[in-house]
């Protein structure tokens, strides 16, 4: 077979459109949601090379318009789980054997199409799905996903190149294999890249994978199933199953050749599969490896040289943006009082200003938060905050769910910062300010650091670099992505790799190399040249 050494061109992060009103770019993206809007989908799951319909049908519905149905997903059971379980192991010596430059090919492929022909598609079926507007959608599931794409199959080519040294007469070689078995990937509905990252980085190092989305993410997962097919991936390399998480965990975990998990999800979740996986370690051929990114409660703390505006707006866009459905979204804020009036007044302003409604009409910073049961959940937080002592209702708190699940952006000033809302996970758009004395900066770090049992995202704003590097050493483990005079949300690929320690997950770091080591497994190659022919070392001379 001809060889050589192959270079994938060098990525750059994906350029956001700014679909401003008169262009082109907008009007495609509106004409594409209301086509997809107007038509209903069957949703099969992909199960090797067939298209796998059952009895049982599930509803897709609109966040923002609940009784709007988009189509029906077929919900599998155990047969489907172990039938893709099959198809994975069943290629998987044809799909590890492929060179590693056509694999990158196929993945390459996929980000092109993605930019170009299918940019509409996806980011439409994201605002449909997960109710995401058109900003929102485009820097998730167009670019954020190109990116993965890109940057992984260069992070795959210099992966490849961490070479040993070779001593006189000896050449050592170290080579990557895919691990030893099958993979698990749980994602979540919050971001279409991540439900697209977690099968895909795996799969282009040359492992299988059985895929199970989030059920309100089954819609775009349609469209990344769609461009992996017509990017060339072979059938069985990724299966896509829509099956009940405890019933698909019964047979996985379960399985002698399960060899990892990549989840994105809650924190219970991740901690109770972890111990399932350890109860199960002697059925495993390997040790299967765990990498998880969980919840978090990220924090945005001022010095009292902060500029207010900068704070301000910080927060409005770090806290509200996706109704703050993200796992880095700002919601616990420690604001020095001598510019909480100002940050107070130049927040409220804001959310004045701020329309909230369906991401059809591009006007809407604010849409609807994903389901009933998160509808109910962060409305219970918000009811209980309303009536608690020494709570002070800054903004918002109104909540509707008679067409859509939409909550007001929801600002709390707290007395005590250990109050409910300023340490538990809310996952939605309610954000908690507890103001301290301007002169109790160092005292305030040592809360922030201690209050939350996650460390995903921080941000500190100040003008004063002394404050600055405190704030960094003091909350080094308070956070895996730390911010200075910005939100902490929107990592970008290649640029700030994502993850968090803690609760928040084992911090192998999506978006970087270090991510991709963890889907192999290195085997170490010594050969020598001339071997010796006497047993006896000079030392016995």
């Known amino acids: 077979m001809p060889k050589g050494n192959f270079f994938v061109p060098d990525p750059i992060n994906e350029p956001i459109l700014s679909y401003a009103p008169g262009t082109q770019d907008r009007e495609d993206l509106l004409a594409k949601y209301k086509e997809m809007y107007a038509q209903q989908i069957e949703a099969p799951m992909f199960i090797g090379g067939k298209e796998v319909h059952t009895d049982k049908k599930i ?36 799909w590890e054997k492929m060179t590693w430059e056509n694999r990158a090919s196929i993945f390459l492929k996929a980000a092109d199409l993605l930019a170009g022909p299918y940019r509409t598609k996806i980011n439409a079926a994201t605002m449909l799905g997960q109710g995401k507007n058109v900003h929102q959608a485009e820097i998730d599931a167009a670019c954020e996903f190109i990116d993965f794409l890109r940057f992984n199959a260069s992070f ?47 799969a282009m190092l040359g492992n299988t994978v059985v895929w199970k989305p989030s059920y309100t993410q089954v819609y775009s997962a349609q469209v990344i199933m769609e461009v992996l097919k017509k990017a060339g991936l072979p059938d069985g390399v990724i299966n896509l199953i829509y099956v009940d998480g405890p019933v698909a965990g019964e047979v996985i975990f379960k399985h002698p050749d399960f060899a990892g998990l990549h989840f994105t999800g809650s924190t219970g979740v991740f901690k109770a599969l972890w111990k399932t996986i350890g109860a199960n370690l002697d059925r495993y051929k390997t040790y299967p ?14 010095h009292k040289s902060a500029d207010a505006k900068e704070v301000a707006t910080g927060l409005v866009r770090g806290s509200f943006e996706f109704q703050g459905q993200k796992c880095s979204a700002a919601s616990r804020a ?13 927040m409220v302003e804001d959310l004045k200003s701020i329309k909230m409604g369906s991401p059809e009409d591009p006007s809407n910073f604010v849409n609807a938060v994903i389901d009933g049961v998160a509808f109910k959940k962060i409305s219970a937080y918000i009811d209980e905050a309303k009536s608690a002592k020494d709570v002070e209702l800054v903004a918002g708190g109104n909540y509707d769910d008679s067409k859509g699940w939409f909550i007001e952006p929801t600002v709390f000033e707290a007395k005590d910062p250990m109050y409910k809302t300023m340490c538990e996970e809310i996952f939605g758009p309610v954000l908690t300010v507890h103001v301290y004395d301007e002169n109790k900066f160092e005292e305030i770090l040592d809360i922030v650091d201690a209050t939350s049992p996650y460390a995903l995202t921080g941000a500190i704003f100040s003008k004063d670099r002394y404050a600055v590097d405190i704030a960094t050493y003091k909350l080094r483990n ?23 320690a803690r609760g928040s997950g084992t911090n192998d770091k999506a978006g970087a190399m270090m991510n991709l080591m963890r889907w192999v497994s290195a085997r170490t190659i010594k050969e020598t040249f001339v071997s010796p022919t006497d047993y006896r070392y000079p030392f016995l001379g």
Not at 334 to 346: A, C, G, L, T
Not at 479 to 497: E, L, R, S
Request: glycine share 10%; charged share 15%.
């Open 156 to 202: 795959m080519q210099e992966l490849y190149m961490q070479q040993p040294i070779s001593s006189e007469g000896v050449w050592n070689r170290m080579e990557y294999r895919p691990l030893e078995g099958f993979l698990f990937a749980i994602t979540p509905f919050n971001f279409t890249a991540i439900a697209g990252n977690l099968p895909a980085a795996p």
């Open 334 to 346: 420690y604001i020095p009082s001598n510019i909480w009036e100002d940050v107070k007044k130049y």
């Open 289 to 302: 490896r765990i990498v998880g990114e969980t919840g978090g409660k990220d924090f945005v703390v001022a």
């Open 59 to 94: 509803a897709m519905t609109c966040p923002h318009d609940h009784q709007h149905v988009l189509g029906h997903f077929s919900e599998g059971d155990a047969s489907h789980v172990n039938e893709a379980i099959d198809a994975a192991l069943a290629v998987k010596e044809a």
């Open 478 to 500: 308070a956070a895996g992505n730390f911010y200075i005079n910005d939100k902490p949300t929107g990592a970008v690929v290649g640029q700030q790799p994502f993850g968090g």
